[in-house]
């Protein structure tokens, strides 16, 4: 597996900061789900963007995912207007499932402790 390059890191980095300021706005319609860009992955090529997303809140994770791939022309509008990328990359949204796995890892090790306090 290749490692990036820092071309590639550096693109991330300002995706990501840009997209941390364009997706509230988009995002006015679930004005109490709390929506997190957790890392973008760009290939080599610099032309394609998996943005790996968080979501916190009483709203669907894929349903807000899926308003984001609707929206993502009007999006890749708007990052052409503040970035100045040589490219500016189809995105794809993704679910970041990290959080939920140091939750249900945290969860099994809050029970094991719990089950060895009152065993020993």
Known sequence: MRTESRRQKR????????????????????????VSVTRVEIPAD?????????????AEAEEIRGHLERRTGAIRHRLAAVAEFKYNPQLVFALDSSAEDVERISRILEEKAHDDNTTG
């Open 11 to 34: 693109m991330a980095s300002l995706l990501r900061e840009a997209l941390g300021d364009i997706l509230p706005s988009e995002l006015r319609s679930y004005p109490t789900s709390l």
């Open 46 to 58: 610099l032309r394609s963007a998996r943005v790996l997303l968080s979501i916190f809140g009483p």
